[in-house]
């Protein structure tokens, strides 16, 4: 007897085992998941994106970005849509079949899939380090040994009209193996500059070495070839190690490639008690669009204390500044006074102002002036007088000009008459 319920309870013990794992049986569909996986994998890669979407719970929300991310080209760099072609070539997946998983019942799936393609910052940066172009690049990318990456993601699945549909709502999948369209956009490639540069200067400098001074200048001087190429650049400056400033993108062309340093360009430029900048090793580094280095190279800032200037012993002579000849200016828009100090008069400070007489009349009176070095300089015109008598095209009326130097306790050290003439 006790034998027999024993078999009886066997039984339905595998009864209900039976029945359980029959439940769990039917509630998987690891095939129907690894399919879709496969067909939107598949549809990826071959960048088909009526096939994407269809594939997709709320695909025809994504329709219109994917289709402005993939196929809009206006406004994008030369050789845009050949780049992204030739990365998009490089697409490959694999399903990772083991970390399937689906339950009919929750309506949900997901697997794990590694995408690989071509490293193409990695191969940007190698070919503009080389001077390549667009077509150097598409080489690179489609290359046989070309260097790869890989994105790893998790493909979530859900269960819709007996149907399994890719669930990413915000399309991260997409952002992430198709980043190259947007990538791509700020790939530029520009000519080889460093081959134009001959040599650089710090311009106005003695050797390197600047005393005393409110602005410094690196310039590039190119080579013959070089000054019919267009340059631009962008350039940082350090002052004893440390980074002061960055330019933005800079466009010259010419002998002089140049890159300025001081309060004219950097609200930020630190400044001593005379308004000229603090002394250190100033180091300029100038950069082509590519990242290039194309000139590194330091001065030194330094201050000192210079005297006053003997106003009665250290002029050696005036002039008027590029004048025709005997001190006449035809259409000019400026005028330009400039006392010439002696050897030792280069060495201190000038402190002055000046006024402008036009046939005998007082026109103009100058700020409080300091100035050093070989000219010291008194202009006249529009840009520094808003009245300046100034003709329909922007020239100086006819007449003479008097300019006269003062020293700011009002005593004069130099003045000179010239022409100013219309054609």
Avoid at 109 to 134: K, P, Q, R
Wanted: glycine residues 6%; charged residues 25%.
């Amino acid at each position: 007897m006790k034998a027999s319920k024993k078999l009886i309870a066997s039984a339905v013990c595998v009864s209900m085992l039976a029945s359980l794992g029959g439940c769990a049986m039917f509630d998987k569909d690891d095939e129907g998941v690894l399919k879709a996986a496969e067909d939107y994998a598949t549809a990826v890669q071959k960048v088909k994106l009526g096939d994407i979407t269809d594939l997709m719970t709320n695909g025809e929300d994504l329709e219109e970005a994917l289709d402005y991310l993939v196929n809009d080209t206006e406004g994008m760099p030369d050789g845009y849509a050949d780049i992204c072609s030739a990365i998009a070539g490089t697409i490959s997946y694999e399903i990772d079949e083991e970390s399937v998983e689906s339950s009919k019942k929750n309506a949900e799936g997901s697997v794990d899939v590694t995408w690989t393609l071509v490293d193409y910052d990695a191969i940007f940066d190698e070919v503009s380090e080389d001077g390549g172009d667009v077509d150097a690049f598409i080489d690179a990318l489609t290359a046989d040994d070309a260097q790869t990456q890989t994105i790893s993601s998790t493909i979530n699945f859900v269960l819709e009209d007996e149907a399994w549909l890719v669930d990413d709502e915000d399309g991260d999948i997409l952002d992430e193996v198709y980043s190259f369209y947007a990538d791509a956009a700020g790939y530029s490639f520009v000519p080889p500059l460093i081959d134009y540069v001959d040599s650089v200067v710090w311009y106005y400098s003695d050797n390197g070495v600047y005393e005393n001074y409110s602005q410094i200048e690196l310039d590039i001087i190119t080579t013959t070839e070089g000054e019919e190429v267009p340059f631009e650049f962008t350039y940082e400056y350090y002052r004893d190690g440390e980074l002061i400033f960055t330019s933005e993108v800079c466009e010259d062309q010419g002998y002089y490639i140049e890159a300025y340093y001081g309060p004219w360009y950097d609200d930020a430029a630190q400044l001593d008690a005379n308004d000229n900048l603090v002394p250190g090793d100033y180091r300029c580094v100038i950069y082509d669009l590519a990242g290039n280095v194309l000139a590194d190279s330091t001065c030194t800032v330094v201050t000192l204390e210079y005297g006053e200037a003997d106003y009665d012993t250290m002029i050696d002579h005036i002039e008027w500044y590029w004048t025709d000849h005997d001190d006449v200016y035809v259409d000019e828009t400026d005028i330009e006074l400039d006392v010439i100090p002696t050897t030792e008069g280069q060495e201190c400070i000038w402190n002055f102002y000046y006024e402008i007489y036009l046939d005998g009349d007082l026109l103009w009176v100058s700020d409080d002036m300091q100035d050093q070095g070989y000219w010291i300089e008194a202009y006249y015109g529009e840009w520094y007088d808003d009245n300046a008598p100034v003709n329909d095209d922007g020239y100086l009326v006819p007449g003479e000009y008097t300019c006269i130097f003062y020293t700011l306790d009002g005593e004069e050290f130099a003045q000179s008459t010239c022409e100013v003439e219309l054609s």
